[in-house]
């Protein structure tokens, strides 16, 4: 059984930078392809960026691409995004999870474990 939990989360003003992590446990973290999904309120849970097992594929929505960096280090077994030029449509509560393969990680059910989430909000 995999653990996964998600640290980084705050309050930032728009066009403010964070960086979240999430840390893993109890699995090969490296033979995981890694995802972080937001849910923000009222709304259903969304793909925002994906990355292979080794690091060398990412994906990401098109509604953040350019703004934010999805990385790994397996040494570490974690997972990080660089979320920069926050905007308030960015507020959400951000997961974690982990896929067995990284193709169609755009797909929320493909993922089998997830963290509990961090808050994210950007204020105007």
């Known amino acids: 059984q995999v653990q996964l939990v998600e640290s980084g989360g705050g309050l930032v003003q728009a066009g403010g930078s964070l960086r979240l992590s999430c840390a893993t446990s109890?699995?090969?973290?490296?033979?995981?392809?890694m995802g972080w999904l937001r849910q923000a309120p009222g709304l259903e849970r969304e793909f925002v960026a994906s990355?292979?097992?080794?690091?060398?594929?990412?994906r990401y929505s098109d509604s953040v691409k350019g703004r934010f960096t999805i990385s790994r280090d397996n040494a570490k077994n974690t997972v990080y995004l660089q979320m920069n030029s926050l905007k308030p449509e960015d507020t959400a509560v951000y997961y974690c999870?982990?896929?067995?393969?990284?193709?169609?990680?755009?797909?929320?059910?493909?993922?089998?474990?997830w963290g509990q989430g961090t808050q994210v909000t950007v204020s105007s």
């Open positions: 999870a982990a896929a067995n393969t990284f193709a169609r990680t755009w797909d929320l059910k493909l993922y089998d474990y």
């Open positions: 109890g699995g090969t973290f490296s033979s995981y392809a």
């Open positions: 990355v292979s097992s080794l690091g060398f594929n990412t």
